[in-house]
C-alpha cells in the first residue's frame, strides 16, 4: 500500500520546503500535512515524506513519536486530551478523565466505535491558573467539572 497526498496538499509542498534551506526541516510540518489530511501518520506516509526528504522512514518515524501530536493510528472526529500535570491531578483530572471514559464507554487510549471521539492523556496543556482543563482537536477548555464536561461533549456535532 502506497500514501498519496491530495492534489490540494501536493500543492502546498512545494511552498512548505521553499521556507527551509535544509529541506529535511520541512519534517514536522510535511507530518502535520498529512495528520491534517488522513487524521493519523501511517508507515506509508512516513515512507513517503522520507523519500521526499532524503530521510530513512526510520528516521521519520523517530521524530513523528517524539511529539505526542502525531497519531499513529485512526482517530475519532474529537480528539479529546485530558492535561494530567501535577496542577490538574491536584484539582480532580484524574476523576474527570475516568468520569469522561465512562461517559463515552471507552478506556483512555481508544476510539468510540462510531470514531467520534479518541480519549487521551497529555503531560501538560499549560493552562495550570485555570485547571484542570482539556483540550478537543484545537480548542482549550478550562476549570472543568462533570457538567462542563457534559456541556461541552453536548455541543461536539
Not at 500500500?1 to 529535511?24: C, D, G, H, W
Not at 489530511?37 to 521519520?60: C, D, F, N, T, W
Not at 518515524?61 to 490538574?88: E, R, W
Not at 484524574?94 to 492523556?121: M, S, W
Request: some cysteine; overall charge positive.
Amino acid at each position: 500500500m502506497s500514501f498519496a497526498f491530495t492534489e490540494v496538499n501536493e500543492a502546498r509542498i512545494p511552498k512548505i520546503l521553499a521556507k527551509y534551506p535544509n529541506r529535511q526541516s520541512a519534517l514536522l510540518p510535511l507530518l502535520t500535512l498529512v495528520q491534517r489530511q488522513e487524521g493519523h501518520v501511517s508507515a506509508e506516509a512516513m515512507a513517503e515524506i522520507g523519500k521526499r526528504l532524503e530521510l530513512s522512514p526510520a528516521y521519520v518515524q523517530s521524530v513523528a513519536s517524539f511529539y505526542t501530536m502525531y497519531h499513529f493510528q485512526p482517530t475519532g472526529k474529537y480528539i479529546i486530551l485530558f492535561c494530567i500535570n501535577i496542577s490538574c491531578q491536584l484539582r480532580g483530572a484524574d476523576n474527570l478523565v475516568e468520569y469522561t471514559a465512562g461517559k463515552l464507554g471507552i478506556k483512555v487510549g481508544e476510539t468510540t466505535p462510531d470514531r467520534k471521539y479518541t480519549l487521551k492523556r497529555e503531560e501538560c496543556l499549560a493552562a495550570c491558573c485555570n485547571a484542570p482543563m482539556m483540550r478537543v482537536n484545537d480548542k482549550y477548555y478550562e476549570d472543568l467539572t462533570k457538567e462542563k464536561i457534559d456541556q461541552i461533549l453536548a455541543t461536539l456535532p
